[in-house]
């Protein structure tokens, strides 16, 4: 049985950009560095960071905090956070992916526009995800955040719309959740689409998709909390039924890959190549037997 790592899978720039920001931390810091919650949506990757000193803690841990090193992951954070660890006397590292900080920006400036002209900011994207808290929070929370066509619903359409995305959703999704925005707006002219989509995220759904018709079995490698992974484990499965996601290779099943001759192993913007090696060794380890 013939076992590939896909050459395009694993960590994004964002995401890499964070882990380096945080590694150079840890090996100036004479004591533990903090991240404001965990730094990649992978327990395999962030237990290898506390093993180095790096330290998840929630909001709430923040006025303990005095004098420490606080890490903003690449998610990004709202302005109060950053408010609120100046006042604590927080040095913070901001990892903001310079995509997300993009958007932070670009909401921003879509409120305004929508305040002076009595519409409304809509967002793709999943309900208390730390991304779009960061960027919801940029205007106090006063933007409408959907997750599905079924939540268009809620919306005034008979006022101008502002529609967003957070930057990890599906573009097919985004595409045609704007498509009906349009269609049932009062005036469609008074309806902005913005594709605020990562493409070094979307681009990998297509091959992803070849990727999976090209093996026999596909195991996708992902943390359970990341919304990336999702999107993608479900492209795979859409292009291969047999593709199965796991966290860690002490999951994989032997009798997933009866009669494969080929299977392939890829990943979220979130997963490690490290770790799609060590789930490689574990397979090849289990076909062995």
Request: proline share 3%; with cysteine; glycine share 8%.
């Amino acid at each position: 049985m013939e076992v590939v790592i896909d050459s395009e899978s694993g960590f994004c720039f964002g995401v890499v950009r964070a882990i380096e920001e945080a590694e150079r931390a840890l090996s100036e810091a004479s004591g533990k560095v903090y991240s404001l919650g965990d730094i990649v949506h992978n327990r395999i990757e962030v237990q290898r960071l506390e093993r180095l000193g790096l330290q998840s803690v929630a909001h709430e841990d923040m006025e303990r905090l005095t004098g420490r090193t606080l890490l903003i992951r690449a998610h990004g954070e709202p302005p109060s956070t950053y408010r609120r660890a100046e006042r604590c006397g927080i040095r913070t590292i901001d990892a903001t992916c310079p995509v997300v900080a993009r958007l932070q920006r670009r909401v921003k400036k879509a409120y305004a526009q929508m305040h002076d002209a009595g519409g409304s900011v809509v967002l793709l994207g999943k309900r208390g995800h730390a991304e779009v808290v960061g960027l919801t929070g940029q205007v106090d929370d006063r933007v409408t955040v959907v997750e599905n066509e079924r939540d268009l619903d809620a919306l005034d359409f008979s006022r101008p719309i502002y529609f967003l995305s957070q930057t990890t959703q599906s573009i097919e999704l985004f595409t045609r959740m704007g498509r009906t925005i349009v269609e049932r707006a009062a005036d469609p002219s008074q309806v902005t689409i913005d594709d605020t989509i990562c493409r070094r995220v979307s681009n990998r759904e297509p091959h992803l998709q070849q990727f999976a018709r090209s093996v026999d079995v596909v195991i996708f490698v992902c943390g359970r909390k990341s919304s990336n992974g999702r999107v993608l484990f479900e492209a795979c499965s859409r292009a291969n039924p047999r593709s199965y996601n796991i966290e860690e290779g002490g999951e994989l099943r032997r009798e997933w890959f009866d009669s494969a001759e080929r299977v392939g192993i890829c990943g979220a913007t979130s997963t490690p190549l490290w770790l799609m090696r060590s789930v490689k060794q574990e397979l090849e380890t289990i076909a062995a037997r």
